[in-house]
């Protein structure tokens, strides 16, 4: 009996002291800016009636220099109490109204234009509830870790009312026009994730298109959901692009999908293709045996890393040699790519690094899938295309100009140079 008692008093000593674990972090910075922003905020929605109705509270006439707002008349009635949540936590503030005399006539209740009808937090708050959100955290883990910032007025329904907001931005992202977009290069592939489609967990494909502007800045042209990466999928993706106003391009990075060939082909035939080299790496590998790979490895950079294009057809031909007579399957898939695999020799040194691979766009996915892991399945698809697209438009995920960009006005050469082998 005794040892129980003791462990007992012991378990109830220890909850006590992780109770007051916190209770010396007391901050009077933030204590004082929460106690201060009431009064902020009231004072900021009192100075907007105020200019309204061109006078001060208590006061009958007009300011000096407002005479021309004369036709703007109406009187103060009370205030009513609005509950706010923001980054400064929740409080109480007493909102002033007023009725305002319309030019028929009649009355009208004064809105202010800092503080929306029904508002109840502020935009910065519903900004890091989304961010939040956005960082790979589900409901109800931004839930609990906002729960201090905003003293517990942030709940699962919450999050997810913040998060349906974002799709009206997304919904006007996918109707906006591309007319004026000086859009010179394009770096397109896709990456598979899982969604729940009709309740149960399916992989379906992000199509994901990204350009490069004349001034070397890249930029998200369209992320969709499809089914798979068939020449179809490719298809309604680019056309849509063109339906928008994209120009035509002047170079493609693409990944040696077969489907997205064949829809290049259907619309931009004769437009400069590069075919991913880390993409073909990858193929070679699958080709050969563990024990083979270092050297495959070796070899294939020596090749797509040299200086010169006439170093690389020289490598090139080497490569094939080699290989054809060590492990023939790995030259036959060199082969297969073909010319394209070497587009990037046709523009200035300068710009092989960003025109190599379609290094821009995987690492978009990677970052994606890292603030998804959290997340083994996403909702939906629709769901799955938003998220990827609002880490960009967030700030969550920046993109910078591309290497070589001083160049980016040199056009590829009408002839590429013969790298055959």
């Known amino acids: 009996m005794t040892s129980i008692t003791t462990k007992r008093v ?207 800045q890249k930029v998200l042209l369209a992320i969709k959901s499809m089914g798979g990466e068939s020449a179809e999928a490719w298809r309604t993706v680019l056309d849509d692009l063109i339906k928008r106003g994209l120009r035509r391009p002047e170079f493609l990075i693409v990944d040696g999908a077969p489907g997205l060939d064949k829809a290049i082909a259907a619309i931009w035939d004769g437009v400069p293709v590069q075919r991913c080299t880390v993409h073909k790496h990858r193929n070679l590998l699958a080709h050969a045996p563990e024990r083979l790979h270092e050297e495959i490895t070796a070899d294939y950079n020596d090749m797509i890393y040299a200086a010169t294009p006439e170093e690389i057809a020289i490598r090139r031909k080497a490569f094939i040699r080699k290989w054809r007579l060590k492990h023939r399957a790995v030259a036959d898939s060199l082969e297969e790519a073909g010319d394209r695999l070497f587009t990037f020799t046709r523009l200035p040194p300068s710009q092989w690094r960003s025109l190599r691979t379609t290094n821009a766009i995987e690492r978009l996915h990677e970052e994606f899938k890292r603030r998804i892991k959290t997340q083994t399945v996403l909702p939906s698809a629709d769901t799955a295309a938003m998220l990827f697209w609002a880490l960009l438009a967030s700030g969550q995920i920046n993109m910078r100009k591309v290497d070589g960009w001083q160049t980016l006005a040199t056009k590829p050469v009408d002839q590429p140079i013969d790298l055959a082998a």
């Open 10 to 216: 012991s378990s109830q000593l220890d909850a006590e002291a992780t109770c007051r674990l916190f209770d010396n972090w007391f901050d009077p910075i933030e204590t004082e800016v929460r106690a201060r922003a009431r009064w902020f905020i009231e004072e900021l929605i009192r100075n907007e009636l105020d200019d309204v109705l061109a006078r001060p509270r208590y006061e009958r006439s007009k300011q000096t220099g407002n005479e021309a707002r004369a036709g703007v008349t109406g009187h103060r009635h009370g205030s009513r109490m609005r509950s706010l949540t923001g980054t400064f936590g929740p409080i109480e503030i007493a909102v002033p109204r007023a009725r305002l005399v319309t030019s028929d006539g009649k009355t009208t209740e004064w809105k202010s234009q800092a503080l929306r009808s029904y508002q109840r937090r502020t935009l910065a708050a519903d900004a890091l509830i989304a961010s939040t959100y956005l960082a790979g955290t589900n409901t109800r883990r931004v839930r609990r870790a906002l729960a201090a910032l905003f003293g517990g007025t942030v709940g699962k329904d919450t999050v997810s009312r913040t998060w349906r907001k974002v799709k009206s931005d997304w919904d006007a992202w996918n109707d906006r026009s591309l007319v004026d977009e000086p859009i010179v290069r394009l770096v397109l592939d896709g990456t598979v994730v899982r969604v729940r489609l009709d309740r149960k967990a399916t992989s379906i494909s992000l199509l994901v298109v990204l350009g490069v502007r004349a001034d070397g």
